[in-house]
């Protein structure tokens, strides 16, 4: 079991940066791949970035590629999304989630077997 807890979420101006953070207990970052998703009013959820659990390898999705960053603090169990010239389009909810099963797609919801509460992120223009 991994209990997740997803900080940070709040009210930003356009072209501003914020992170998010994802508190984990249960098991260890090094043995869990950490996603985050969104989802906006009347949308689906999507991927946003993923970080595996022991290369630490990254994955974004274009939307955000080159201005969000995924990291881990393994002593800190702890997931962040640093997002940097946030948009409107990037208002969402926020959700920290993770896998201990290896899947090679990092971008689907579905293989996440962990989800958090999630978080509010409203970007005002």
């Known amino acids: 079991q991994v209990q997740l807890v997803e900080s940070g979420g709040g009210l930003v101006q356009a072209g501003a940066s914020h992170r998010l953070s994802c508190a984990a207990s249960?098991?260890?970052?090094?043995?869990?791949?950490m996603g985050w998703f969104r989802q906006a009013p009347g949308k689906e959820r999507e991927f946003v970035a993923a970080?595996?659990?022991?290369?630490?390898?990254?994955f974004y999705a274009d939307s955000v590629k080159g201005r969000f960053t995924i990291s881990r603090d393994i002593a800190k169990n702890t997931v962040y999304l640093q997002m940097n010239s946030l948009k409107p389009e990037d208002t969402a909810v926020y959700y920290c989630?993770?896998?201990?099963?290896?899947?090679?797609?990092?971008?689907?919801?579905?293989?996440?077997?962990?989800w958090g509460q999630g978080t509010q992120v409203t970007v005002s223009s």
């Open positions: 989630a993770a896998r201990t099963v290896y899947n090679t797609y990092y971008n689907s919801a579905t293989t996440y077997a962990y």
């Open positions: 970080i595996t659990r022991s290369a630490g390898s990254t």
């Open positions: 249960g098991r260890t970052l090094s043995s869990v791949t």
